[in-house]
Every structure is written in structure tokens, then in C-alpha cells.
């Protein structure tokens, strides 16, 4: 994370900072831009880690309507019948 901040041109005096919610919920985050997005990560010790997304891998999410067409044309099949699994999954 320090390493992503630091590329981002900022000192270490910079990387703590606060940030505050709204009465929306939105957070303002100084050093994020707009459409910016972020893995929000709570830790034990009650603090958050917040990691940058890949926005290339933000685009490629299917909808539903692809992900049921993935599913019709490629099934989870058995390709084994109930007797076989039940011997190979058995120990000898």
C-alpha cells in the first residue's frame, strides 16, 4: 500500500490522513479522484485497509444475463455415474 501511495507522488507525511462519511455514507477520500474505487478491508485491530482496484478488471464483470448464457452453454456435468464417484471417493 505505501509503495502505491508513494508512486502516486505523495510523502509519508501525507499518507496519514483522515477522511469523512457523509450523511449519504460517502467517504472523501483527499487523494482519490473521481470514479475511483476501493476494496474496503476491516482489520482485527478495528482499523481499514483500503486497496486501489484495477479499473481494467472492474470492466470485465459479466452481467446476468451473460453470466446465464456461460452457464447454459457450459454445465457442471458429472461425467462419472453415482457408483463410480462413490469408489473413488471411498478409501480402500
Do not use: F
Not at 500500500?1 to 469523512?20: C, D
Not at 476494496?39 to 472492474?58: A, F, N, R, W
Not at 458429472?78 to 462413490?86: I, K, M, P
Amino acid at each position: 500500500m505505501l509503495e502505491h501511495l508513494t508512486q502516486l507522488g505523495l510523502s509519508q507525511e501525507s499518507i496519514l490522513m483522515t477522511v469523512h462519511i457523509d450523511k449519504k455514507g460517502l467517504m472523501t477520500l483527499p487523494i482519490g479522484k473521481a470514479g475511483d474505487q476501493y476494496d474496503v478491508c476491516p482489520q482485527s485491530d478495528g482499523t481499514v485497509l483500503l486497496i486501489p482496484l484495477d479499473k481494467q478488471s472492474l470492466e470485465r464483470k459479466m452481467d446476468v444475463d451473460a453470466c446465464l448464457r456461460a452457464m447454459k452453454d457450459d454445465p457442471l456435468t458429472l461425467n462419472v455415474s453415482w457408483d463410480e464417484l462413490s469408489q473413488q471417493t471411498r478409501e480402500a
